[in-house]
């Protein structure tokens, strides 16, 4: 069966500061991962993947993520955080063939303080 | 570009009366559509898998009676609460797979979701 894990309910950094948001997953097969992001009463947004290629995946809004496969891991990386980064992070992963459904982890709160 | 819409955004009703959400895709044709449900301040728990043309796959313990989806064009899928109690007040979130491209590529849209409250 395929698991997420993300260790911290909350994260706070300072603005300016980098901040990391921690991921683990389980999964049988090649792990297909990503983050997304959602702000309050709002749907998803998409930051990044990992399906194949480079460990260190870049993504939006100058967030990256760096696949470990020996750590089962996948942890939401930026080097300076903003205010505007403060939200709900959600990493997933899908296992087997395209097309199947995402499963999330229980999300972990970013708060930027200024 | 490929989006999914989902109507209503926020619904409120009286307990024992149905709901429907709706999702669509635009500009691209979804065969398959994911719900989900979420609490607040919780994950998105897969509820069910809705393919056009034939019956959805509901997750365990998510009664199919309860929350009836229908996938009946390449455009459209709804999903129904019926007999809505408080406790099915949640977010309900749809997605849907475009796929193509090399290998596993695809990508996945979302809706924008749906806040449901039952009074």
């Known amino acids: 069966a395929q698991s997420v894990a993300q260790p911290e309910d909350q994260v706070n950094v300072a603005e300016g500061n980098p901040l990391t948001v921690k991921c683990t997953y389980s999964?049988?097969?090649?792990?297909?991962l990503f983050w997304y992001v959602q702000y309050p009463n709002r749907g998803l947004q998409f930051l990044l993947k990992y399906i194949t290629g480079d460990n260190l995946v870049k993504g939006s809004y100058g967030f990256e993520a760096e696949f470990n496969k020996s750590q089962t891991s996948f942890h939401l990386k930026k080097p300076s955080a903003l205010v505007s980064d403060s939200a709900l992070y959600f990493c997933?992963?899908?296992?087997?063939?395209?097309?199947?459904?995402?499963?999330f982890g229980k999300g972990t709160t970013l708060s930027v303080s200024s | 570009g490929a989006v999914v819409s989902q109507h209503p955004s926020r619904v409120i009703c009286k307990s024992g009366t149905s709901v429907k959400i709706e999702c669509r895709s635009l500009?691209?044709?979804?065969?398959?559509m994911f719900w989900y449900r979420q609490f607040p301040k919780q994950s998105l728990m897969l509820m069910a898998t809705s393919n056009e043309g034939s019956k959805a796959t509901y997750e365990q313990g998510v009664e199919k009676d309860k929350f009836l989806i229908n996938h009946a064009s390449l455009t459209l899928s709804t999903l129904t609460v019926t007999s809505a109690h408080p406790e099915d007040s949640s977010f309900y979130i749809c997605?849907?797979?475009?796929?193509?491209?090399?290998?596993?590529?695809?990508?996945?849209?979302f809706g924008s979701g749906t806040q449901l409250s039952v009074l």
């Open positions: 500009d691209f044709q979804a065969t398959t």
């Open positions: 997933a992963v899908r296992g087997g063939q395209a097309g199947t459904a995402l499963i």
């Open positions: 999964v049988s097969g090649n792990p297909y």
């Open positions: 997605s849907a797979p475009i796929i193509g491209g090399k290998g596993p590529a695809e990508k996945l849209f």
